[in-house]
């Protein structure tokens, strides 16, 4: 376990060295497809308005909640902290022909985005869990904060499933132009069994569905100054051509998730796989302690 705790520092110490101030996946949408009309005025083009909504969507996976917790509970006096690293794949859906993220600074495709979340979680009478997260995302100036609460259906049964049902919600904050949270309901099972008497293994299964709730700032098209170190998109006469700001999104994803969960008696290793329903997949891997 020391190992993996070494191994996972040295990880996170190299992303985190790796990302040498550079904000290529904030948000920089003067960069989508604009149009201007006869008496000068420009606009978002309709594709524009699609590949916002695709970013909004995928920065949505990239904010709501990791699972990274078995279905059952940590009981009335369990307390849990822990460290998670996930990445995610974005943009592999193209809009006409474009990609979403050329709506960032950057303006291309990364791939995978990296996030490094710490979670505390607190257990409560009458098999409820009360939980927290403050999650950085690389390569940008936001964050994202959420809590979450949990109930388990069954517990502590032998031979029987632990099953869970969740709710979270947790807000990106650092972006100028959007405002986006996320809603989340989840459904979770799994079972706990020892291994020679020195570890615990619980595999689990969950399924969740992810409320997705963006809208935007007025954005400057007309502009060279670097919107993440001065001015204000909600003040029209710090800027020319100023285009409205796009309509407000809404909508749901749908993930499925399996981990397995390794426990000794104090350290935790939980990695996890995320599929979802629009073509995004994700890896997470916690460790933790639990008093």
Same mark, same amino acid.
């Given at each position: ?21 550079? !904000? ?18 420009? /606009?978002? /083009? ?54 979403? !993220?050329? =709506? ?27 939980? =927290? ?5 690389? =390569? ?66 969950? !399924? ?67 599929? /979802? /329903?629009?073509?995004? !997949? ?10």
């Amino acid at each position: 376990m020391k190992k993996i705790v070494f191994l996972f520092l040295i990880v996170t110490i190299s992303l985190f060295a790796s990302n040498n101030d550079v !904000w290529d996946n904030d948000f920089y949408f003067k960069n989508l497809p604009t149009q201007t009309d006869a008496n000068g005025k420009t /606009t978002f /083009t309709s594709t524009a308005d699609k590949m916002f909504e695709r970013l909004m969507l995928e920065y949505g996976v990239l904010s709501s909640s990791s699972f990274n917790d078995t279905a059952e509970t940590l009981g009335s006096k369990g307390f849990e902290l822990s460290t998670v690293y996930s990445f995610y794949s974005v943009g592999g859906k193209a809009i006409d022909g474009k990609n979403p !993220w050329e =709506g960032t600074y950057g303006g291309a495709d990364p791939g995978l985005v990296h996030l490094i979340n710490v979670k505390v979680r607190k257990g409560l009478p009458a098999s409820l869990e009360l939980g =927290g997260n403050f999650t950085y995302i690389f =390569g940008t100036h936001m964050f994202v904060t959420g809590v979450q609460l949990k109930m388990a259906l069954l517990e502590g049964i032998n031979i029987l499933p632990d099953v869970s049902i969740r709710t979270s919600y947790n807000k990106l904050l650092g972006a100028r132009e959007v405002n986006l949270d996320t809603l989340t309901f989840d459904f979770m099972i799994g079972y706990d069994f020892g291994v020679a008497g020195m570890i615990a293994i619980a595999p689990y299964f969950a !399924w969740s569905m992810t409320k997705i709730n963006a809208t935007s700032e007025l954005i400057a098209v007309n502009t060279s100054s670097n919107p993440f170190l001065s001015g204000d998109y909600s003040d029209e006469t710090n800027y020319n051509n100023i285009v409205d700001s796009f309509s407000e999104y809404k909508g749901t994803v749908h993930r499925f998730v399996l981990g397995t969960r390794v426990h000794n008696a104090a350290f935790i290793f939980t990695p996890e796989v995320i599929f /979802t /329903t629009e073509s995004m !997949w994700g890896l997470n891997i916690k460790l933790g302690v639990d008093f």
